[in-house]
Nanobody, 121 residues
Framework: QVQLVESGGGLVQPGGSLRLSCAASGSIRSINAMGWYRQAPRKERELVARIITGDITTYQNSVKGRFTISRDNAKNTVYLQMNSLKPDDTAVYYC???????????????WGKGTLVTVSS
């Protein structure tokens, strides 16, 4: 079994910062990619940022220059540093990881339960 547990969400004023964390645990052979998605009310889930082997990163255009994704391989943890937050960033943020378990040749996607980020004055 594999679990992803997010933390760090909350209420912040516009222009403020938050740091999200997501730790993967369980029978993990390798983690090929980790990322953050978000879903705002009445909208579809969208990719925010993603980091793959070699620390290659991808960002949604609307967060470039404001958000930074990073990863601690020793801790199986991914972070999302969010600066200059805007009300439009309000959403539930979900951690995603593509993980290969011990005893398996193929990886699959896992999701956390989500953490709410609210940007409001």
């Amino acid at each position: 079994q594999v679990q992803l547990v997010e933390s760090g969400g909350g209420l912040v004023q516009p222009g403020g910062s938050l740091r999200l964390s997501c730790a993967a645990s369980g029978s993990i052979r390798s983690i090929n990619a980790m990322g953050w998605y978000r879903q705002a009310p009445r909208k579809e889930r969208e990719l925010v940022a993603r980091i793959i082997t070699g620390d290659i990163t991808t960002y949604q255009n609307s967060v470039k220059g404001r958000f930074t994704i990073s990863r601690d391989n020793a801790k199986n943890t991914v972070y999302l540093q969010m600066n200059s937050l805007k009300p439009d960033d309000t959403a539930v943020y979900y951690c995603n990881a593509h993980i290969t378990q011990h005893g398996s040749f193929y990886g699959m996607d896992y999701w956390g339960k989500g953490t709410l980020v609210t940007v409001s004055s």
